[in-house]
């Protein structure tokens, strides 16, 4: 297990070092530890159990900046290549990828994102939440429990059951082949950390200690944290809304009190240095044609809705090829999603938008108040984007009308949130929700409906580990 299990320094900075130098400050950190011991080899047996990618002593902002930078870069590298290959927002056009695509996956496919999540994510985020609660640190302690929130929806929306309740204990000599939690009643924790973490921010006394510029999401502005908040719950009410008014009526009330404009988008905005680029960036960069984008699914759908957005999310021209000829970006995805500092998005107004629709029509069937928020989200989506008004106005008029069969209209909703959601995780998780957009498979058999647990739990937790296919068990919302 990467959360505490079989890790040694040494070896963490070899992973590093394969995965394309993903944040300096974490191989400066790692190589600070390793100089700080004997030997890599004599501590092989007496640290074996120690995770050495946890910080036992740190500050919060360090933690902090260290945390959402590691989750900028698990979601924006591993979760956005492999959901994006399998939802065909991409296209895997050799090697490794191209295997990918045609669904020959393996468990040693997932041992990277899962390891990134659990240690550089959460375990850090883990000793975030204690050190903040110990110091009466409220504001961090808040954050660091949205985080924490956050990262376990990733987990739990791809893998379903995931250790949780018995992990980040191995370093203090506690459990170390965890339980997998039951994914329903995970999302009630991922509930709780939300509210716990909200009541943190809502507390007047922010502690003597308070985030700033290590808070690159937010700034440390604990208002708009409490919006994000929101928008994750009421992105988990949506997940679960099918033939379910409670959910769905409590994803609206959610969506109402969480983002008001792209201004409260939630993002993280890489650097311009080559070692702390864009994971996109540094993907085509070291991968150059690995991964192709004019000849994916969404680029046909883009074409035949003649939509305003595919010089922004493709460049034909250059797809396959290296650094393109502004020096910006390699290959086909142009700057908003492949620059070098483009920013990785978590959650996002246009996604709030979208929500509102589909949450009007599973409650009430009301269409034209579900289009009003549709065409709404078209709009902020493109603006964000940078297209002109001419050009959303055109589109609107030609695709912002919904069906008046709720069906019908729930998946051209889903069609609109699929492309808006370019290259999130998120939107695999909304096809396989709605069935929308309709994909044709690209290999044989069906299109996957989850990820594979890794073959580190299988090889160093198996009495624990669930058996898994790409297709059982489904996660519990995939209804």
Request: hydrophobic share 35%; glycine share 8%; with cysteine.
């Amino acid at each position: 297990m990467k959360y505490g299990i079989k890790r040694i320094t040494c070896d963490l900075i070899k992973k590093l070092k394969r995965e394309h130098m993903k944040q300096y400050k974490f191989l400066l950190i790692a190589i600070a530890i390793c100089l700080s011991v004997a030997s890599c080899k004599k501590d092989f047996f007496t640290g074996v159990n120690i995770n050495p990618n946890a910080s036992t002593t740190s500050t919060p902002d360090l933690l902090l900046a260290t945390v959402q930078a590691a989750l900028g870069y698990t979601q924006g590298g591993d979760f956005s290549r492999y959901s994006s290959l399998l939802d065909q927002q991409v296209f895997g056009y050799q090697n490794q990828t191209q295997v990918f695509y045609k669904y020959q996956i393996n468990a040693g496919n997932f041992d990277n994102q899962w390891g990134d999540i659990y240690t550089s994510v959460m375990e850090n985020n883990y000793t975030l939440i204690q050190l903040a609660d110990e110091k009466g640190y409220n504001e961090y302690s808040g954050i660091s429990r949205l985080l924490m929130a956050y990262s376990l929806q990733l987990l739990v929306d791809n893998w379903g059951d995931v250790p949780y309740s018995q992990a980040f204990q191995a370093n203090k000599g506690g459990v170390i082949t965890p339980s997998f939690d039951d994914d329903a009643a995970l999302y009630d924790t991922i509930m709780s950390l939300i509210n716990i973490g909200t009541t943190f921010l809502n507390n007047p006394d922010a502690g003597v200690l308070t985030p700033g510029s290590d808070d690159v999401i937010y700034n440390g502005d604990a208002g708009k944290w409490i919006k994000f908040g929101h928008a994750l719950k009421a992105r988990l009410y949506i997940h679960q809304s099918k033939d379910d008014a409670a959910m769905a009526t409590n994803a609206l009330a959610e969506a109402n009190m969480a983002f008001t404009s792209s201004a409260d988008n939630a993002q993280y905005a890489f650097g311009n240095d080559q070692t702390s680029a864009n994971p996109w960036y540094q993907f085509g960069r070291d991968r150059q044609a690995y991964i192709t984008f004019s000849n994916s699914t969404i680029a046909d759908m883009l074409t035949n809705l003649d939509d305003p957005r595919y010089p922004v999310f493709i460049d034909p021209d250059n797809d396959g090829g290296a650094l393109s000829p502004s020096g910006t970006y390699f290959g086909g995805l142009p700057d908003y999603y492949g620059a070098v500092n483009a920013p990785v998005e978590l959650i996002t107004y246009d996604e709030i938008l979208f929500l509102k629709a589909e949450a009007t029509l599973r409650l009430s069937g009301d269409i034209e108040a579900a289009q009003a928020f549709y065409q709404d989200e078209i709009q902020a989506d493109m603006r964000k984007l940078g297209i002109s008004g001419a050009d959303i106005d055109t589109y609107i008029a030609a695709n912002g009308t919904l069906p008046g069969n709720v069906t019908d209209a729930i998946a051209k909703v889903s069609l609109q949130e699929y492309i808006a959601l370019y290259l999130n995780p998120e939107a695999f998780t909304l096809w396989r929700r709605t069935g929308s957009p309709n994909l044709t498979p690209t290999g044989t058999g069906n299109i996957p409906r989850r990820y594979i647990y890794p073959q580190t739990e299988y090889s160093y937790n198996p009495s624990n580990t669930p058996q898994s296919t790409l297709y059982t068990p489904k996660i519990f919302w995939d209804k």
